[in-house]
């Protein structure tokens, strides 16, 4: 899996390190795969809510929701599996790309690694919007798939060893906000595209993902390769340079020989994901697979695939549906923001634990209005009740944007020690893949058979989580990475037995 170490002190202790130009120009650059991954994210939805498209692919969704066969079964109008591999298949194509990402991050570095992924998105991008049948626009789909695999692979770590230890955190989460602004950008393209007559709208709309596709190709070429990454590769002198640089000071040896020493550790390691089964590191391990797996039982990614198609199904016109799309995009952004300003300042716990009781209420109400209003065979939304539907759902995806979205990520990234961080962080993109496509393969058809409970059904998924964060879930803010074990495991009520015992077996080990 993809290798990698921090630059952060053993002690705890920050390096001396301007925030320099090269430094936020090339995080920027790299972020783009964020917006990349967000574009197809928003997209998908969009074009499977265009009738031409729906016509052109898949022929029986189109003949449910336009010629009005079986016009009275309002949620499954869309429940179709050639239509669900079509989102779905992004994912699992980028869940295996990942394992080939973990390699090429490790021995061609972060930065050769991103620009495969862009070339991947190209090479996808221009199969979809050319696509003349059904294969072709799966294997379009899949080898963006890859992209996706490759640059999340690659960006979060290039972004977390780029910055100043002071403002790491901000810039992890400047990837989660580009992903934000991605969707929005995706749903302003479908709203637009939606006007235009015959296929070039939907072909529009999958051929514009080609803008931040080239962002992230041109970005990948333009930007410096990390100093972990020159240095885990034998290149000292260039690490020591690349470095200098980066840090806008010549006094960098303290955070060199650190570098040295991390990488020396790292190397030590033979079997990182054995050493990640060890009793002491279970924990950690823990904690980053349920972040994962709550992060996707929110529902988030299923309403974001589908917004159009959902406001759709609850009875709103094709217009109406995506802009009321583009209205929860542009909430998204924003709310991302809130996250990057309070998650030093009130906690990762705090955010968690407010987002859990907001999403849960706001479920529990589209739910109750579903269930009273849209059935099988009628739809009597009214319009103060459509109007509430979408405030509940912004009110909800606001509440996941500044906590669960950026935190899903970068929780996983501070919790585990060395020896196992680079395995760790592979286990969590390989997880959180794999759950968004075992979502957005069973959305539609849990929207057929669950009808208004889907919306119990996650809400009660957001109950369990945050019962988890409240009990099992530490707070990490502001304790240096390394100093994690001391400060936070062992003084934890439940996971310092972990700790004490795992210890304890690795001395007898040693002796």
Same mark, same amino acid.
């Given at each position: 899996m993809a290798a990698g170490f921090s630059t952060a002190s053993a002690k705890g202790v920050d390096f001396e390190a301007k925030i320099t130009p090269?430094?936020?120009?090339?995080?920027?650059?790299?972020?783009?795969?964020?917006?990349?991954?967000?574009?197809?994210?928003?997209?998908?939805?969009?074009?499977?809510?265009?009738?031409?498209?729906?016509?052109?692919?898949?022929?029986?969704?189109?003949?449910?929701?336009?010629?009005?066969?079986?016009?009275?079964?309002?949620?499954?109008?869309?429940?179709?599996?050639?239509?669900? !591999?079509?989102?779905?298949?992004?994912?699992?194509?980028?869940?295996?790309?990942?394992?080939?990402?973990?390699?090429?991050t490790r021995t061609l570095g972060r930065r050769p690694t991103m620009l495969i992924a862009g070339v991947f998105y190209i090479i996808g991008v221009v199969l979809n919007a050319a696509a003349q049948d059904l294969a072709m626009l799966i294997t379009g789909r899949i080898l963006l798939g890859c992209g996706v695999g490759f640059a999340n692979q690659a960006v979060p770590l290039f972004l977390s060893e780029i910055a100043p230890t002071r403002i790491r955190g901000g810039l992890n989460i400047l990837f989660q906000l580009n992903v934000t602004i991605g969707i929005l950008f995706a749903n302003l393209v479908n709203y637009g595209t939606a006007k235009i007559k015959g296929e070039w709208g939907w072909r529009l709309s999958l051929g514009l993902a080609g803008i931040p596709a080239l962002l992230l190709t041109v970005g990948a070429l333009l930007v410096t390769e990390t100093p972990n990454s020159l240095v885990e590769r034998g290149r000292l002198n260039e690490g020591k340079a690349v470095l200098r640089q980066i840090r806008g000071t010549v006094n960098v040896e303290p955070e060199f020989a650190d570098l040295l020493e991390a990488s020396r550790l790292a190397k030590e390691v033979k079997h990182?994901?054995?050493?990640?089964?060890?009793?002491?590191?279970?924990?950690?391990?823990?904690?980053?697979?349920?972040?994962?797996?709550?992060?996707?039982?929110?529902?988030?990614?299923?309403?974001?695939?589908?917004?159009?198609?959902?406001?759709?199904?609850?009875?709103?016109?094709?217009?109406?549906?995506?802009?009321?799309?583009?209205?929860?995009?542009?909430?998204?952004?924003?709310?991302?923001?809130?996250?990057?300003?309070?998650?030093?300042?009130?906690?990762?716990?705090?955010?968690?634990?407010?987002?859990?009781?907001?999403?849960?209420?706001?479920?529990?109400?589209?739910? !109750?209005?579903?269930?009273?209003?849209?059935?099988?065979?009628?739809?009597?939304?009214?319009?103060?009740?459509?109007?509430?539907?979408?405030?509940?759902?912004?009110?909800?995806?606001?509440?996941?944007?500044?906590?669960?979205?950026?935190?899903?990520?970068? !929780?996983?990234?501070?919790?585990?020690?060395?020896?196992?961080?680079?395995?760790?962080?592979?286990?969590?993109?390989?997880?959180?893949?794999?759950?968004?496509?075992?979502?957005?393969?069973?959305?539609?058809?849990?929207?057929?058979?669950?009808?208004?409970?889907?919306?119990?059904?996650?809400?009660?998924?957001?109950l369990v989580m945050t019962l988890f964060v409240m009990f099992l879930l530490p707070e990490t803010k502001n304790i240096p990475i390394e100093e994690m074990r001391e400060r936070v495991w062992k003084k934890h009520w439940f996971w310092t037995r972990f700790m004490v015992m795992g210890d304890q077996s690795c001395n007898r080990q040693e002796e």
């Open positions: 090269i430094v936020i120009i090339s995080s920027i650059m790299a972020a783009t795969g964020g917006l990349m991954f967000g574009y197809e994210v928003g997209v998908s939805g969009g074009v499977t809510a265009m009738p031409e498209f729906l016509k052109k692919f898949f022929p029986v969704v189109y003949g449910r929701v336009e010629v009005g066969v079986d016009k009275n079964n309002y949620y499954c109008k869309y429940d179709n599996q050639g239509l669900q !591999i079509f989102t779905s298949s992004l994912y699992l194509a980028g869940l295996t790309a990942t394992f080939f990402a973990s390699y090429t990182p994901f054995k050493n990640l089964l060890q009793r002491r590191n279970r924990p950690h391990l823990l904690i980053a697979i349920a972040l994962q797996i709550f992060q996707q039982c929110t529902g988030i990614n299923a309403i974001m695939f589908y917004a159009p198609v959902l406001f759709g199904t609850l009875g709103f016109g094709s217009d109406a549906s995506l802009y009321s799309a583009v209205l929860t995009g542009a909430v998204n952004v924003p709310s991302t923001l809130v996250s990057i300003y309070f998650v030093d300042k009130v906690g990762r716990r705090v955010l968690l634990l407010e987002a859990g009781l907001q999403m849960f209420f706001s479920q529990l109400v589209i739910a !109750i209005v579903l269930g009273i209003k849209v059935t099988d065979h009628s739809n009597n939304l009214s319009k103060g009740f459509a109007v509430l539907l979408v405030v509940m759902i912004c009110t909800y995806v606001a509440a996941f944007a500044w906590s669960w979205g950026p935190l899903g990520w970068l !929780i996983p990234s501070e919790v585990f020690p060395l020896e196992t961080r680079s395995a760790g962080q592979s286990v969590t993109v390989c997880v959180n893949l794999l759950f968004t496509f075992i979502i957005a393969q069973a959305f539609l058809l849990m929207l057929c058979h669950f009808k208004f409970g889907i919306f119990i059904f996650f809400s009660s998924w957001v």
